[in-house]
């Protein structure tokens, strides 16, 4: 076969695999994760059964997949915001910004049994682990600057962090956002 | 029947509930809630299978129970912490801190079964909910005496100090804890 058709089928392989992923990730969204079965994202995908099955086993090989894509690209995110700010204070401040931008939009979707289920996987768990180191690691950057305070250890006070700006995910609005992550800010600031 | 023999038996089944659900609660602890049975419940408690069947329908029964105590225990106790410090501004300190030994103390004993389970309780949410509206109204008063921030809605702060402090069911030790807490405060202070 010539390399162009191989190519053709690859780009054709990785569509449909998008497709049933973003699929999943709306109807789990509208029904809950116990409500939504394999028939349900064939057809709402537009593909038969058997070609479903090709690709992934049940409906949570598909969230496994789709949810390490979103930390993946989460993750990317953050690095891409933390490369744009100049100073460690303020790299500090905008990929917490961008922290809470996320928790904000993420939360709300999912219900329970879902929630329960991905954070049953060991993979999402070492990315949100990298989350976090990154973010500790801005902060002993902008406490050895004197930028923030250094009386209590930088992953200590990452984990405030992560889990301050995680209420973004109860809060109704993006004004409520930065409200936020001013407020987390001012409990990081080095002690007189 | 006399009186003293109806206290009698009411004064034993109370107990035998209490016994029931204890032996749960450290069953599901060390074991995880999908590996324990209603016959090894019955048999650490000292009961038979048919008793037990008296008290509860099934495992999920008995930890509802256990929980909404658990709850309901925690807000007494934070009725009673704050009913004892004098002051705004040391009653939410007072608060803040028992919150967060509480989420210290009950984090990291469950899995995330267990937490799935418990979480879809209602009940739980309102005393859930009852916790956070008490933690509202003390950052209220204490911002009107002006030792919080008043920049930001007491609700808004509440959901920041609630989730903030939940990051103590992850740290290492008491010291570590009151560090939370202290870098908590500081995110609460008015603006200058």
Redesign the interface.
């Known amino acids: 076969m010539p390399k162009l058709w191989n190519e053709t089928i690859e780009t054709h392989r990785r569509e449909v695999r998008h497709a049933i992923l973003a699929t999943t990730a709306t109807l789990v969204a509208e029904r809950g994760l116990l409500n939504v079965t394999m028939s349900q994202i064939a057809e709402q995908t537009g593909i038969g059964r058997a070609t479903l099955y090709k690709y992934f086993a049940d409906v949570e090989a598909i969230l496994h997949v789709w949810h390490a894509e979103q930390i993946a690209h989460h993750l990317a995110y953050l690095t891409e915001v933390r490369g744009q700010a100049a100073g460690p204070a303020q790299r500090l401040k905008a990929v917490l910004e961008a922290f809470a931008a996320i928790s904000h939009g993420s939360h709300g979707h999912f219900d329970?049994?879902l929630?329960?289920l991905l954070?049953?996987d060991e993979q999402v768990g070492h990315a949100q682990q990298q989350i976090r180191h990154m973010i500790r690691d801005l902060l002993a950057e902008a406490a050895a600057a004197g930028e923030v305070?250094a009386?209590?250890a930088p992953a200590?006070?990452a984990?405030?962090c992560?889990?301050?700006?995680?209420?973004a995910g109860?809060?109704p609005s993006k004004a409520?956002v930065r409200?936020?992550v001013?407020?987390?800010?001012?409990?990081?600031?080095p002690?007189t």
Chains 1, 2 share one sequence.
Do not use: I, K, S
């Open positions: 329970t049994d929630v329960a954070h049953r305070r009386d209590v200590e006070l984990a405030y992560v889990h301050a700006l995680a209420a109860t809060l409520a409200r936020l001013l407020v987390t800010l001012a409990g990081l600031r002690t």
